[in-house]
């Protein structure tokens, strides 16, 4: 569908201005977030999923809603409730009695950028239609094997697990995500302008396209480029391996996990007009793409211990090593 030939445009120079047109963007709905809406457009920029938790009311559908008017893609969203069937996310053949034959009805899920709304309100059986798709690109369904539009990016909301009425996202789905963020509060002054806002039309309903298809394509090919030194790849995999002997950790993480944080290094990196990755993009995502994934030992659950926090320690105790620049960087 899309051409394997580069832009012809200086690697940095024009992708930097795309970056920024996005985020301006974006901000006009989203206030006072940029490390967040950065966050996300990065793993919007190394093909991965994004996992945004946090108290209902903050604005996790608006940024996601942000997103999708931003980038000239195809849009669904999927509201997850107990009641919701696999077949209401993945799609389901319909038989025509007068033409004796199943045709196969696309479900939500065909989509180019997907809002899996308050995903864990709905059962483990539902969250699981959802694994293939985000793996593969792909669902299974009746037998058949039906590719998902490209690019496919899954964005799923999600309250704290401690509240009334969630299911707690098995191990397995939450290692398909990317990274996990959350928005926070807004400061008093963001609040305020929000407020503000509520006498205007809302600024969402104003948003135009600033990036199309085929540039975020090309984007995410250049995000690829990004050169990682070997010291930067074992810097890595030390991180990973820290936490897989850990004692306060049932579960560390896995090498996907590892090919996961090398990834964000690098949509880092080309975000910040780099074309080689350096510690700090390693360090700079470290928490949002392993946290979610660590499991604690039951003690360390009764101690309190967050697994941020203990992922933020391991990190500290591991020498930041030095590096050559890629050739010609």
Request: proline share 7%; glycine share 6%; with cysteine.
């Amino acid at each position: 569908m899309h051409s394997d030939t580069l832009p012809s445009y200086p690697l940095w120079d024009e992708p930097q201005s795309i970056l920024s047109r996005m985020i301006d963007n974006i901000e006009r709905v989203i206030l006072g977030k940029r490390e967040t809406i950065e966050a996300v457009l990065a793993s919007l920029l190394a093909g991965g999923h994004v996992l945004l938790e946090d108290v209902p009311g903050v604005g996790k559908t608006q940024l996601v809603r942000s997103l999708a008017k931003t980038v000239d893609c195809s849009y669904s969203r999927i509201q997850f409730t107990p009641d919701l069937l696999p077949s209401d996310v993945t799609g389901v053949s319909v038989y025509h009695q007068r033409t004796g034959q199943f045709e196969f009805r696309p479900g939500p899920i065909f989509a180019q950028l997907v809002l899996a709304d308050e995903l864990n309100r709905t059962t483990p059986k539902t969250q699981a239609a959802l694994l293939e798709a985000m793996e593969e690109g792909q669902v299974t369904a009746d037998g058949e094997t039906r590719r998902l539009p490209y690019p496919f990016m899954l964005l799923a909301t999600q309250n704290p697990v401690d509240q009334e009425g969630t299911y707690g996202l098995p191990e397995a789905q939450l290692d398909r995500f990317l990274m996990r963020v959350g928005l926070g509060y807004p400061g008093l002054r963001q609040e305020i302008e929000m407020l503000n806002r509520l006498s205007d039309p809302s600024p969402l309903d104003r948003l135009k396209p600033v990036v199309l298809q085929e540039e975020l394509v090309q984007l995410q090919r250049l995000v690829r480029r990004v050169h990682a030194d070997e010291a930067i790849l074992r810097y890595v995999v030390e991180i990973s391996s820290g936490t897989r002997d850990h004692k306060d950790l049932l579960l560390g993480a896995s090498p996907r996990a590892s090919a996961a944080l090398l990834t964000a290094a690098k949509a880092r990196a080309f975000m910040n007009g780099r074309s080689y990755c350096i510690p700090d993009d390693v360090k700079g995502f470290s928490e949002p793409v392993l946290a979610h994934r660590l499991v604690l030992s039951p003690e360390a659950r009764l101690s309190g211990i967050r697994s941020d926090e203990l992922l933020q320690h391991i990190v500290s105790k591991i020498p930041v090593p030095g590096m050559r620049r890629a050739a010609g960087s």
